[in-house]
């Protein structure tokens, strides 16, 4: 399984961008996909999770902003990002899984990861 991120750059402050996870050796389309970041200095973080059904949750710091969506037909997951803040600057990390509602923000919960794209928001 590979877990391919990317979208990843500098944007100021009320910016937008766009991640993608490509996904090989892996269906997107029958499995939740996640996508965490991780802050210099800090814990690892689940920021948005989708179901195989299609519904959807966030953490409450990015709910209303972030959109996790997926393209069956390209096996690629996407995390659209609008008024970004500076709080949002981390890496972000896509992994795939169907863990139990409870814990999809935990990290523990999946075993596949990305390499992580760098999201940096400065002015």
């Known amino acids: 399984v590979q877990l391919q991120a990317s979208g990843g750059g500098l944007v100021q402050p009320g910016g937008s961008l766009r991640l993608s996870c490509a996904a090989s050796g892996v269906s997107l389309s029958p499995t939740g996909v996640s996508w965490f970041r991780q802050a210099p200095g800090k814990e690892r973080e689940g920021v948005a999770h989708?179901?195989?059904?299609?519904?959807?949750w966030y953490a409450d710091s990015v709910k209303g902003r972030f959109t996790v969506s997926r393209d069956n037909a390209l096996n690629t997951a996407y995390l659209e990002m609008n008024r970004l803040e500076v709080d949002d600057t981390a890496t972000y990390y896509c992994?795939?899984?169907?863990?139990?509602?409870?814990?999809?923000?935990?990290?523990?919960?999946?075993?596949?990861w990305g390499q992580g794209t760098l999201v940096t928001v400065s002015s």
């Open positions: 992994t795939v899984g169907r863990p139990i509602l409870s814990s999809w923000r935990d990290p523990r919960s999946y075993t596949y």
């Open positions: 989708r179901r195989s059904s299609g519904q959807t």
